[in-house]
Each structure stands twice: as structure tokens, then as C-alpha cells.
């Protein structure tokens, strides 16, 4: 973050109340402004985080057992990859760059960007980001992302041949549809964190964590620390037990539930 930026941030900070019951959405908001103006992220990606915003308010904006399970067999399979990546774009980027290489250092994962709105400056600029915060190889920025996924057009489709192409679980965050179907179609074991448990995505990952990149990101390393201990049948039984549609159906029965325990209480 450059001076100027660094300052606007912290007359934001000093705008909102310490106690504003909306503050911590309000700054994540300002996050991603600033991320927008040094072009980490699109237009598009404010308007994706408050799709996504809509359902924290459901989920009453905490960690739910629907995620917990998710993120368990999430993380018994990034431990268990051979070659595990962690799918990176600008909104994840923006909300949370340390956690990400902190998660990628504790599997160990390879971290690779991946856009749906590709262009050079932004890949590197995203590059940057992740790097700051730690990253040592960032994959998918320039001529590495020169292989191609079958069945997406143009710039969609480009990825890393020691990343995505070649990987056997992707772990990615505020993903298009038509991509997840696209690496599910390759054999791919595709974990999604989408807090919209109707999105494409969400149907068609093979584990789908329903809770907020910010939550979900820190906890799934948490996850990754724990399930190392656990013995190789413990995992084949985590993962025998699981099965996505039902964590669709919890997350979705929740919301339901939670909205009308909130409409009695009017
Ligand atoms: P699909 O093509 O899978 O149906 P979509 O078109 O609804 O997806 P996009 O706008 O491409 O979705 O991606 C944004 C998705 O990410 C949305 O489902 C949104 O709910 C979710 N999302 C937005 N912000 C966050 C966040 N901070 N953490 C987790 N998920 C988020």
C-alpha cells in the first residue's frame, strides 16, 4: 500500500464508529475500493462481494456447522493432493493475501492466479500483492499461463502448466460456474469457499464451504493443522462420510430457518 492510500485507509478507519454495527462490512468494503484502484480489482468484484454480502446477513455473518463439516473434508483433501493449488483472483487478493500464503505454506500448496477478467497488468499486480505478503512463486502471471483448460473461451481458460492444468485439487474462492464445471470435467477435485450455496459453483464443486473468504480462508488452515494429525483411516472415513448436496441443503435450511426465526422476532 502506497502512502496516500495508507492515510485514506486510516481516515476511513477513523470515520466509522469503533462501535458502528456495520463497521467491519464497511471497511472490508473500503478494502476492496483501494484493491480497485491499484487495478486488483474489477468493477465486477465489488458487485460479487455484495452478492456474497447479502448471504453472510443470512448465515448471520459467522462460521456455520454446514462450513465446519465442508472445511474439514476440504482439508483432508489439500493434505492428502499430490499436487494441490490454491486459485487466486482479485477479490481474494484484496481480502485476505496473508492468509492465503500462510494456508498455501501449511499444506504445502502451490498459490497460481486465475482471472476471469485477464490482463497483464492485473495479474501482476495481483503478483505483487501476494508476493508482499509473503508469497515465494506466484504461478499463472504472463507466459506462464500458457496452457489452456478444453471448454472455456478466450482468456478464461488460460492457466499454469505446473498449476492448474496439472493439479489434482484446486481450492478456489468467488468462482465463475462455467470454470468449476470446466476443471470438475477434467477430474479435478474442486473446493469452493462461495457463500451463495445456489451458485453453479457451489452445485458443482466437490466440497463447497458456504461461509466468507475472510472466516473460511484462516479456518481451513486451522483445519489443515488438525487433519495432519489425524491417521490415514480417520481421513478415508471424513471422506467417505461426505456428501456436498447434504452441506447445500444444511446451508440452505439454515438460511431459511434463520429467516424466519428473524421475521417472528419482529
Ligand atoms: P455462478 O456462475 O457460480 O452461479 P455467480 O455468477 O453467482 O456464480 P460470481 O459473481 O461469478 O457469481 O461470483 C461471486 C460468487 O462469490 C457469488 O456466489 C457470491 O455469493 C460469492 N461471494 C462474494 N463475496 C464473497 C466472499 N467474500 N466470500 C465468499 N463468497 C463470496
Do not use: W
Request: hydrophobic share 40%; glycine share 6%; charged share 35%.
Amino acid at each position: 500500500m502506497d502512502k496516500t492510500q495508507d492515510s485514506k485507509s486510516r481516515s476511513i478507519r477513523g470515520i466509522v464508529p469503533e462501535n458502528h454495527p456495520r463497521r467491519e462490512s464497511i471497511l472490508v468494503r473500503e478494502r476492496l475500493v483501494e484493491a480497485m484502484e491499484r487495478e486488483v480489482v474489477v468493477p465486477q468484484g465489488l458487485i460479487a462481494q455484495g452478492r456474497g454480502e447479502c448471504f453472510d446477513y443470512l448465515i448471520g455473518e459467522k462460521t456455520r456447522d454446514f462450513a465446519e463439516r465442508a472445511l474439514e473434508v476440504a482439508a483432508v483433501l489439500l493434505i492428502e493432493a499430490k499436487n494441490p493449488v490454491i486459485s487466486v483472483n482479485g477479490n481474494m487478493a484484496a481480502l485476505v493475501p496473508r492468509e492465503i500464503v500462510e494456508l498455501a505454506d501449511a499444506i504445502p500448496a502451490k498459490i497460481e492466479v486465475n482471472l476471469f477478467y485477464r490482463d497483464e497488468i492485473r495479474e501482476k499486480a495481483i503478483e505483487k500483492v501476494l508476493r508482499e505478503a509473503g508469497a515465494r512463486e506466484v504461478l499463472g502471471v504472463g507466459e506462464d499461463a500458457s496452457e489452456t483448460i478444453p471448454e472455456l473461451f478466450s482468456q478464461r481458460r488460460r492457466v499454469s502448466k505446473r498449476g492448474i492444468l496439472s493439479a489434482d485439487v484446486v481450492l478456489l474462492g468467488l468462482e465463475d460456474g462455467d470454470r468449476t464445471e470446466a476443471l470438475v470435467k477434467m477430474g479435478k477435485k474442486v473446493i469452493a469457499i462461495d457463500l451463495n450455496p445456489l451458485s453453479r459453483t457451489s452445485l458443482t464443486a466437490s466440497v463447497t464451504i458456504v461461509d466468507n473468504v475472510i472466516r473460511a480462508i484462516p479456518a481451513l488452515r486451522e483445519k489443515v493443522l488438525k487433519m495432519k494429525s489425524l491417521s490415514r483411516e480417520e481421513r478415508e472415513k471424513l471422506l467417505k462420510g461426505y456428501n456436498n448436496r447434504d452441506v447445500l441443503r444444511g446451508a440452505m435450511k439454515f438460511m431459511s430457518e434463520r429467516l424466519a426465526q428473524l421475521s417472528l422476532d419482529l
